[in-house]
């Protein structure tokens, strides 16, 4: 599930970037929510999934970071076609990954007040990792992706379905 999680890391940073330059009058802050178990150690190495994209894009393996922003190339080609958009997009990527990022993990081990912090949506990109937590119904200001990913054998409840809903501010 790896790859598919970085695509869609790379997809939230493409359509933030999109939506704070082409559509929104002043820049706005974005969440994406990842919820892949409900073992905290995966939310763990989940947000390491993350910190590791925002290294590179930080460190000065020139040949990683080539590899690393031509897969958000990819993703940014799908928003637009225009070359100008294309490369505004991956500036204002690399200029706020970097400067405006920040990482949650919302679980029953942390302190209550990182909870409600990361419901605020408090960066231009911010990423929230959480697993029966985030079951139980939240909702976030700003969420822009939700990637959810969790075993057919530990089959969710119906009700479980309704509060996950309450993401979406339903």
Do not use: W
Not at 1 to 22: G, H, P, S, T, V
Not at 38 to 67: F, M, P
Not at 87 to 101: A, E, F, L, V
């Amino acid at each position: 599930y790896k790859k598919d999680l970085k695509e869609a890391i790379y997809r939230f940073m493409a359509n933030n970037a999109y939506l704070n330059i082409k559509k929104n009058e002043k820049h706005e802050n974005y969440c994406m929510v990842i919820h892949t178990h409900y073992r905290i150690a995966q939310h763990k190495q989940d947000k390491e999934t993350v910190q590791d994209i925002i290294s590179t894009l930080e460190g000065n393996n020139v040949e990683k970071k080539r590899k690393l922003l031509t897969s958000i190339q990819k993703e940014v080609k799908k928003i637009s076609l225009n070359t100008k958009d294309q490369n505004d997009i991956m500036t204002y990527i690399y200029d706020k990954i970097t400067s405006s990022t920040q990482l949650f993990i919302l679980n029953s081990k942390n302190d209550i007040q990182d909870n409600i912090q990361a419901l605020e949506c408090p960066s231009k990109f911010t990423f929230i990792f959480g697993g029966n937590t985030l079951s139980r119904g939240v909702t976030f200001k700003n969420m822009l992706s939700f990637y959810f990913s969790r075993s057919v054998k530990n089959a969710l409840q119906q009700n479980t379905y309704v509060q996950i809903a309450r993401h979406f501010g339903y």
